[in-house]
């Protein structure tokens, strides 16, 4: 039977990661080599403009409707920064667990069971693609809503946000723009791949819970492996499950933590500001749009972890 590819679903996600400076290309994490200068410039660059966003509130502290304008982006902005650090100090544990995936024990036995994991996998696909359409659209519109209602012609940034010069005249307001654009983005879409990422290792244990139970089912239908033989091996498998999941949970528990935290009070004052603004105006779907991305970055989370404890319960009572 033909090796099972496991990595070949998350293969966007390692590419991306990769370009955002948080997947070296030596399983042994970070060394003193180009790839980690580039990736420390990289998230210097990308992360710095939360310091200017934060630096702006001493001149709107007094202003609610101001604040709230701009805390929940630099709830999301905060959160991200911190989870790209989290994660490139886990690189090492990151990359050893896709390795694992390798396993022989990890491989599907028969059609049946290689079918079945490619149907879980779908459904991860499913979520990976409507996150990233929803992702998508909330950046463009947050970058973009300046000139849809025409504030650009005030000087309006995309991101409320203090610079050590004067963005109210070109060509500094067309350069802080593009840099804004840019680096939402990459930090967008780098911050989708992680969340992503922790999804898809739920859902690998989801799939080897049921090639086990499936590998438990028919242990007598080969009679050229003794029962001892196969019983071990299934021993064997359910171990490395375990491993591969108490290491996953090690790595990403405090990510979620703090997703969990940030994003209900990020979606809390988005909806207040919803309240605040024009309905239909541009400001206004690119907050709908936003609060759609965050459902669906939460959803992720709630599903597969739901999931996994769906397979768990149903396979012990075999």
């Avoid at 200017?52 to 304008?69: E, G, K, P, V």
């Avoid at 693609?129 to 998508?136: E, R």
């Avoid at 970058?143 to 025409?150: A, E, S």
Wanted: aromatic share 16%; with cysteine.
């Amino acid at each position: 039977m033909q090796t099972f590819d496991w990595k070949h679903t998350i293969r966007i996600n390692l590419l991306v990661l990769k370009f955002a400076g948080l997947w070296p290309a030596d399983t042994g994490g970070y060394k003193c080599d180009q790839y980690t200068l580039y990736a420390i410039l990289l998230n210097i660059i990308v992360n710095s403009n939360n310091v200017f966003q934060t630096a702006y509130i001493y001149y709107i502290y007094n202003d609610l409707q101001a604040l709230t304008s701009m805390f929940f982006l630099l709830l999301t902005t905060w959160l991200a920064t911190v989870k790209t650090v989290f994660f490139a100090s886990s690189s090492r544990t990151i990359q050893r667990l896709v390795q694992d995936l390798d396993c022989e024990e990890f491989q599907p036995k028969n059609d049946k069971q290689n079918i079945r994991a490619q149907q879980t996998l779908w459904t991860w696909k499913i979520m990976y693609i409507s996150f990233y359409f929803a992702v998508g659209a909330s950046v463009t519109f947050l970058c973009f809503y300046p000139v849809m209602d025409g504030s650009f012609k005030e000087f309006r940034l995309p991101v409320f946000s203090w610079y050590p010069y004067d963005t109210n005249k070109s060509p500094n307001y067309e350069l802080t723009y593009v840099y804004q654009g840019v680096i939402m983005a990459v930090s967008a879409f780098t911050n989708l791949n992680m969340d992503t990422l922790i999804a898809a290792l739920m859902v690998y244990v989801v799939c080897q819970c049921e090639i086990l139970c499936d590998n438990f089912q028919n242990t007598e239908d080969d009679p050229n492996i003794s029962y001892n033989t196969k019983l071990v091996g299934h021993v064997i498998h359910y171990k490395k499950i375990v491993r591969f999941a108490q290491s996953s949970n090690n790595f990403f528990d405090g990510i979620v933590l703090g997703q969990f935290f940030t994003t209900v009070v990020a979606m809390a004052l988005a909806m207040f500001q919803l309240t605040l603004v024009a309905p239909l105006s541009s400001e206004f779907i690119s907050l709908l749009f936003y609060v759609s991305s965050m459902t669906v970055q939460i959803f992720l989370y709630c599903w597969f972890g739901n999931e996994v404890e769906i397979r768990v319960s149903s396979n012990v009572t075999i």
